[in-house]
């Protein structure tokens, strides 16, 4: 049992960037996540989160990031991790590996975050519109990776103020070793480190799924 409790109209669910690049076999990223998607079965956890989300009445976001062709969204000496999605041509707008997982469509009532095309959910987004305007205060957040796109968000999150819930089960990063890293020593000082069976006990007038 979680030692909180999740108001529906006030949590929002984010889901990171559940594309294909990531989180499907044939993605140009996937190879980079499997062994710690497999190791901590956070495909069908957010899955099946989302799902208890909506039907508890919860606010589901979802936040892919894309490039459109080229990516000339990124500079011309980009260095650090855009610069392999840059040379990659990861995410790119309209192609298969921008899409969605086929376990993490958007369903009718979901919300799609526009505008990502950095690390942060955040920044250059209407994420923070599509919260206020849904009255959320507790943002629950999953995705990938862990130490980069979910770490850049969390940490924003915090700073404007919401209850921040991180996912140990729904998130992954290119290591075992960057995954428990981040787990251990930033995730508790920005956010509530949980899991998705805390989280389902934590909404009130739980559903079952």
Aim: with cysteine; charged share 25%; aromatic share 10%.
């Amino acid at each position: 049992m979680a030692e909180f409790s999740l108001d529906p109209d006030e949590t929002a669910f984010v889901f990171i960037e559940y594309q294909n690049e990531f989180a499907s076999e044939g993605g140009k990223l996937h190879e980079a996540v499997k062994d710690v998607m497999d190791k901590t079965n956070m495909l069908d956890n957010s899955a099946n989160l989302a799902e208890y989300a909506r039907q508890a009445g919860c606010t589901v976001i979802h936040v892919p990031i894309n490039f459109e062709k080229g990516h000339n969204e990124i500079g011309d000496k980009p260095y650090g991790i855009l610069a392999g999605v840059k040379e990659g041509e990861a995410f790119t707008n309209g192609e298969w590996g921008a899409g969605f997982n086929e376990k993490m469509v958007p369903k009718p009532g979901d919300l799609v975050c526009k505008g990502k095309s950095g690390l942060c959910g955040f920044e250059s987004t209407n994420l923070d519109f599509l919260l206020r305007q849904n009255g959320a205060k507790n943002v629950v957040l999953g995705g990938f990776l862990t130490n980069c796109c979910v770490e850049s968000t969390m940490r924003s999150a915090y700073e404007k103020g919401y209850k921040v819930y991180t996912l140990k089960d729904c998130v992954a990063a290119t290591s075992m070793e960057a995954q428990e890293a981040t787990l251990e020593h930033n995730f508790g000082m920005f956010s509530i480190p949980t899991t998705s069976e805390e989280v389902k006990s934590a909404v009130k007038s739980p559903v079952s799924v």
